[in-house]
T-cell receptor
């Protein structure tokens, strides 16, 4: 079956610190990989995605590279802001599953000024 | 509207009562998904609709849960004889033809007393 394992939280950083949230996966077939973000009181929003090996997804200063050899899709940002405080979810979708996604448990990030 | 909408945003009910949760997907999206997000956990897939095909109900936790999608658009998730363990945020998502990117609604927070 498919599964996603992401770094346990919570993660607390100071503003302008470097962020890494680890994500590894197992999948049957060739997955597309996603990071979603959920800001306090809001729904999930797609942050970035990558659909094949070695692709890099990027958005709002966040990046993640699809690493097939390590089955990983780690999220990074060079300098976090207070406004980045949210819950981050790693997810995968395999087309053979008709698009339904498998999500990690989420990692809560708090950025302090 | 431009996004996925859900109603109600909050629902408090008594154990044993039935509840209906509504989802309006993005216009033109053929795929619709329901997920459940329990406190501090990731998203649990419930059910998936694609066009006129039979829905994928493989994630429904019990026969108390059912969903329908009328006219290929609006969907209703029904929980009969609610239990306290049904308390969660119920999220709806829709996607277009490629089905690899899902757009989420804000969710319905269900509390069963």
């Amino acid at each position: 079956g498919n599964s996603v394992t992401q770094m346990e939280g919570p993660v607390t950083l100071s503003e302008e610190a470097f962020l890494t949230i680890n994500c590894t996966y197992t999948a049957t077939g060739y997955p597309s990989l996603f990071w979603y973000v959920q800001y306090p009181g809001e729904g999930l929003q797609l942050l970035l995605k990558a659909t094949k090996a070695d692709d890099k997804g990027s958005n709002k200063g966040f990046e993640a590279t699809y690493r097939k050899e390590t089955t990983s899709f780690h999220l990074e940002k060079g300098s976090v802001q207070v406004s980045d405080s949210a819950v981050y979810f790693c997810a995968l979708t395999v087309n053979t599953n008709a698009g339904k996604s498998t999500f990690g448990d989420g990692t809560t990030l708090t950025v302090k000024p | 509207g431009a996004g996925v909408s859900q109603s109600p945003s909050n629902k408090v009910t008594e154990k044993g009562k039935d509840v209906e949760l509504r989802c309006d997907p993005i216009s033109g999206h053929t795929a619709l998904y329901w997920y459940r997000q329990s406190l501090g956990q990731g998203l649990e897939f419930l059910i998936y609709f694609q066009g006129n095909s039979a829905p994928d109900k493989s994630g429904l936790p019990s026969d108390r849960f059912s969903a329908e999608r009328t006219g290929g658009s609006v969907s209703t998730l029904t929980i009969q004889r609610t239990q306290q363990e049904d308390s969660a945020v119920y999220l709806c998502a829709s996607s277009g033809e490629t089905r690899d990117t899902q757009y989420f609604g804000p969710g319905t927070r269900l509390t069963v007393l």
